[in-house]
């Protein structure tokens, strides 16, 4: 039988004698803080290692990336901006909004809704007017609305969602025209500009957007890099009188933006310039009302962003046919899903959303 070691025994035991003696001696001296009321280093000064935990990520609901934006906590800002050839390109920091819808208006040339939240640029611009498919794009998104103006019966829609919103009159605060050297193209109507980091701080307690759409965990099992077919070069006609190609750029995972023959290109805020891209683009095929208002100036023509149809999602070089559904309420969010009929899962980043007409539009994608 083998002998028990007494090395451990020996530790043990007079770590057990010392807690005794140290109870005992307390009990005599009397001196316990605790026997006093107060608190065992309330004699001592209070310690403050200057330690500070780092803010930790959250995933962004409208890129489903990873961050600590403090933006997250707060409201989206949906804006209206132009896209005419002459003034209004090179929009200001378009490429840190998180979402892009791009729509038909009057004269064939598109608008765009730009949805920023995890991102809030201390300038935007320029800003136009309000159209009547625009509460249905923004309405899901519960965002602070800012546009320049509106006709009366497209306020009336505004209001009825329910959506805070500023025009120029009533977000003066937040507005200004620019006239810049660095932007000298940036002229009336196309030079109204937003403090959008202003305006936001001043709503920060409204309530952020849900996610809307799924998100992969990479671009690698993103729903169309998975089964999609490749896709170089996407083709989008909007109108007989307007066209965009977006162009795969392998190294740095994007596609790339050119307008009517030219590169897109956006200003940062100091007005250097960089190319438009994006990480998704999901190209919805709309039916378009061009009578419901033709009365009204301009003869707008309305997107009929409700029902269901075919979708495109182009991610990581590759093109998905899809479906596109939404309720007819404003609030109704926009779904994708496969022709399996499974959820669309989009790559992590920035999406753009090309509503293109089927009277007039078209999409094609080469390999």
């Known amino acids: 039988m083998s002998e028990t070691p ?166 003066a605060a937040y507005m200004s025209r620019l006239y810049n050297s660095s932007a000298p193209e940036k002229v009336a109507p196309d030079n109204l500009v937003l403090a959008a980091e202003k305006l936001w701080k001043a709503n920060e307690s409204q309530k952020p957007p849900t996610q809307l759409f799924n998100y992969s965990t990479d671009v690698s099992d993103a729903s169309a890099t998975t089964a999609g077919s490749s896709a170089k070069k996407l083709n989008v006609t909007m109108s007989l009188s307007s066209s965009r190609v977006w162009q795969w750029d392998a190294s740095d995972k994007v596609w790339v933006r050119s307008q009517d023959g030219e590169k897109d290109m956006q200003y940062n805020s100091k007005f250097a310039t960089s190319r438009v891209n994006t990480v998704n683009v999901v190209v919805v095929k709309v039916d378009i009302d061009r009578s419901k208002y033709a009365s009204l100036h301009g003869s707008p023509p309305y997107t009929k962003l409700f029902g269901s149809g075919t979708a495109y999602i182009a991610t990581g070089g590759k093109v998905l046919k899809a479906k596109w559904s939404k309720g007819t309420d404003t609030s109704s969010p926009l779904t994708l899903t496969g022709v399996d009929g499974l959820p669309i899962r989009l790559a992590p980043g920035r999406t753009w959303f090309e509503l293109v007409p089927k009277d007039v539009g078209s999409f094609k994608f080469s390999a």
């Open 6 to 171: 007494q090395f451990p025994r020996r530790i043990i035991f007079r770590g057990a004698l010392s807690a005794v003696a140290l109870a005992s001696l307390a009990a005599c001296t009397g001196t316990s803080n605790a026997s006093q009321g107060g608190s065992p280093n309330a004699s001592g000064p209070a310690y403050d290692s200057g330690f500070s935990a780092s803010a930790q990520p959250k995933v962004a609901p409208l890129t489903g990336l990873a961050s600590t934006s403090a933006t997250l906590a707060g409201p989206a800002l949906a804006l209206k901006i132009p896209n005419d050839v002459y003034g209004a390109r090179p929009q200001i920091n378009i490429n840190r909004a998180d979402q892009v819808y791009e729509e038909l208006v009057e004269g064939g040339i598109t608008r765009y809704v730009a949805i920023f939240h995890s991102d809030i640029p201390d300038t935007v611009g320029p800003l136009r007017s309000f159209r009547p498919m625009d509460p249905a794009i923004m309405h899901p998104y519960n965002p602070v609305v800012v546009f320049s103006g509106g006709q009366a019966p497209f306020i009336r829609l505004l209001k009825a969602t329910g959506l805070t919103y500023f025009n120029e009159s009533s977000g």
